[in-house]
């Protein structure tokens, strides 16, 4: 099985963008990735893409291709939530690595139809109809378990909120990159939406897109020498393992997930220099980190109050501002994680750089439930 | 003048008592090989992967796993009042029921491990002008 490296990525802004429709959008992505790779469209051999609620016919990966270029190569579509961006990752790892080809790319995109609560389509129609299939609710659920279980506050989350902007505000394609001084006050006292979460705990679901190109390792060598490869150490996905709290926390699929990635990755939660980890909502972050173990359980309040998850602390979570500033744009969140990891593994994350990051980790979760783990190093 | 029967948002989720003593029952499954309790019935054990499940009623008392208060209105076909507390129950037999919303009580007043009971609640009227009933829980 052959190495495999990240070559080059690119986004298009997250943001709101009426005026431009979804092959705008991941045009522009794939454009600027195969720019920063050196390479051409004429040279991937295959495409895998990622759109949630995006209408398209016949499919987001076709609507993207038609606006760069018809070279007949294979387009697989990947619908998995929140996980769509990893899991076309993870099929261009198997592909890549199985000697199938040598340079692919992998596009995320979305442009959020409407405002306000989506209803997921799949669920019952009696939760429909009593109002608990509203999109986000299940991280209430989580929090108040959490604040329940390790007795901590929402204090915590309109923390996390405060960091999350602060690290957005250096974020050039953030959406909410305006509100670098958020205050706890501000974050506790916006809207309530469902306790305990509050309108600035939760992310904003907009338009956005995410792009990069996968190559086998030798091949990078040899026909793109002077670029900075980033190695793929593992790319892993699950579903929800049978447990009688499935969907609600603990999850016990995250840390089932990157028990596998740190085995593949050979390393542990501890050579993590910097983390893109779910913060669909502000206590989200929390849950993840730890069943990432990049903590102890219960044990994230302690590592927000030592600034150990800020850029220039000890674990930087999020450094782009997360799914929170950054924003939630559903099929293109995974890959915009993965292009934060390579830019700091790279050294090329600006004011956000995280002072020598050679190992990183992107963990995504999704309606699925799903979640995907991949671990980044130089 | 004919009596319109009440009939359930949703078949097989629950029994709609015939008389006005007779409580309630949630159906779920249980599994004859491991014995984990599913909620709605399946038709395989998702603990087993086998097709050995029989169908069953539920515990009617429980407690609150988890819950939220809802402070925005969902979008149609919801219809209700704002806010409204939901989540789910744990039974003794081990299932989580869900998702459900809670009445009898202000939103703000349910708590984890509150000792909750099921019961049914109008939701609204389908065009014929049957009542639809709608599972709930309320404190015990």
Same mark, same amino acid.
């Given at each position: 099985m052959r190495e495999v490296v990240v070559l080059g990525v690119g986004m298009h802004e997250f943001g709101r963008f009426r005026d431009k429709t979804p092959s705008d959008l991941g045009r522009v992505a794939v454009t600027r990735a195969l720019s920063d790779a050196g390479v051409g469209w004429g040279d991937i051999q295959a495409l895998y893409a990622a759109g949630f609620q995006t209408p398209a016919m016949p499919s987001?990966? !076709?609507?993207?291709? *038609? =606006?760069v270029g018809l070279s007949g190569? %294979?387009?697989? #579509?990947? &619908? #998995?939530?929140? =996980?769509g961006g990893l899991t076309a990752l993870s099929l261009a790892y198997q592909a890549i690595a199985g000697g199938f080809y040598d340079t692919v790319l992998c596009v995320g995109v979305e442009q959020q139809p409407?405002?306000?609560?989506?209803t997921f389509t799949r669920m019952p129609d009696w939760w429909i109809k009593t109002g608990v299939a509203i999109s986000g609710i299940i991280y209430a659920w989580d929090a108040q378990r959490y604040m329940n279980e390790y007795e901590v506050t929402s204090d915590l989350f309109a923390k996390i909120s405060v960091k999350s902007h602060k690290h957005a505000s250096l974020t050039p394609y953030a959406h909410y990159r305006h509100q670098g001084n958020l205050t706890v006050a501000e974050v506790l006292n916006s809207d309530m939406v469902f306790d305990p979460l509050t309108l600035l705990m939760l992310s904003p679901i907009n338009d956005g897109a995410s792009a990069a190109i996968v190559c086998a390792r030798e091949v990078a060598t040899k026909k793109y020498p002077d670029k900075k490869p980033v190695t793929?150490? *593992?790319?892993? +996905?699950? *579903?929800? !393992?049978?447990?009688? !709290?499935? +969907? +609600?926390? %603990? !999850?016990?699929?995250? *840390?089932?997930a990157a028990k596998e990635a740190y085995e593949k990755a050979g390393i542990g939660p501890e050579d993590i220099d910097v983390a893109e980890v779910q913060d669909a909502c502000a206590s989200g972050e929390a849950i993840s980190a730890e069943e990432l173990g990049l903590c102890q359980p219960g044990e994230?309040?302690?590592?927000?109050? &030592?600034g150990a998850t800020q850029i220039g602390g000890r674990i930087p979570i999020n450094t782009d501002g997360g799914y929170l500033s950054r924003g939630c744009a559903i099929g293109a969140i995974g890959l915009a994680g993965m292009a934060e990891i390579v830019w700091q593994l790279r050294g090329e994350a600006g004011p956000r750089q995280v002072a020598g990051a050679k190992v990183g980790l992107v963990e995504t979760e999704g309606d699925g439930p799903v979640c995907s783990v991949a671990i980044l190093k130089t | 003048m004919v009596q319109k029967p009440p009939v359930p948002i949703e078949e097989g989720l629950f029994t709609v008592p015939s008389a006005p003593a007779e409580k309630p029952r949630l159906i779920g499954s249980k599994c004859r090989d491991c014995g984990e309790v599913f909620f709605p019935k399946t038709v395989m054990c998702r603990k087993c992967f086998t097709e050995t499940t029989d169908a069953v009623f539920l515990s009617t008392r429980g407690k609150v796993y988890t819950y939220t208060v809802v402070r925005r209105p969902p979008p149609p076909p919801w219809q209700g009042v704002i806010p409204f507390a939901a989540g789910y129950v744990a039974l003794p037999e081990g299932v989580l029921v869900g998702r459900v919303v809670f009445t009898g009580c202000e939103p703000e007043a349910i708590h984890i491990d509150m000792d909750v009971e099921f019961v049914l609640e109008k939701w609204g009227e389908d065009e014929a002008g049957h009542d639809i009933l709608a599972p709930r829980f309320r404190p015990v």
């Open positions: 987001i990966g !076709h609507l993207v291709v *038609s =606006g190569i %294979p387009v697989v #579509n990947c &619908e #998995n939530a929140c =996980g409407k405002r306000g609560f989506l793929v150490a *593992s790319v892993v +996905l699950r *579903s929800a !393992h049978y447990d009688r !709290h499935t +969907l +609600l926390f %603990p !999850h016990g699929m995250v *840390s089932r994230y309040k302690r590592l927000m109050d &030592e | -």
